[in-house]
């Protein structure tokens, strides 16, 4: 039995027509919702997913989902069926007892890259991997006093290069969520109403004699 943990995915990017019911199915077999708490978002089209895009912090309109019930804070059927795809998404998980909250971002570019966070959804440094840091600047400044030079620059250089890969891996932000059409379609559903109305406008227009 997996401990129940809440958790939310933002998802960006241009989502191919093609794969839509495909990803509207992973959503409603995922038992997300669209607000904490609610019954499951069931989409069934493109519309569906469109209403129900919201902004986050940067002002980017995105698929927001939850779950305060997520199987070890995660959406696994769903992150799997978005990494298979290429859509970038954003989960955060709240930690709970022995979890740690956690932060997962995928980019296609750069794979599933998982960071420790704490409860307010910011990316966490642990403070002892940063211990060879401190003692590499300590020396740098102390032999400043005394001497100058490539020394001084090797020591600044490898106490960079551990910062570095402590620091969170610098990624692109969440593009807009959106429907990319298949060739000749305009969005899936605009197609069906432009349909619509094409064909009540020639309902309505007079027979031309001889055309």
Known sequence: MSDRISAEI???????????SDLCAAITDEGVALEWGESSFQPKTAGDLKTSLRENDKQVRLLWLCDDQASWGQFENLERFLREHQIPFTRRTEGRYEYDPEIVEYRPVYGAITLAANHAGQPTVVAAELEPVEHLLDAAIKLAETDSGANIASLMQTALKLLREQLPQPLPPLEPFSIEPTCGSKGGEDDDQEETEEAEADEESPAVPGG
């Open 10 to 20: 933002w998802i960006g990017g241009n989502i191919p027509e093609a794969v839509v």
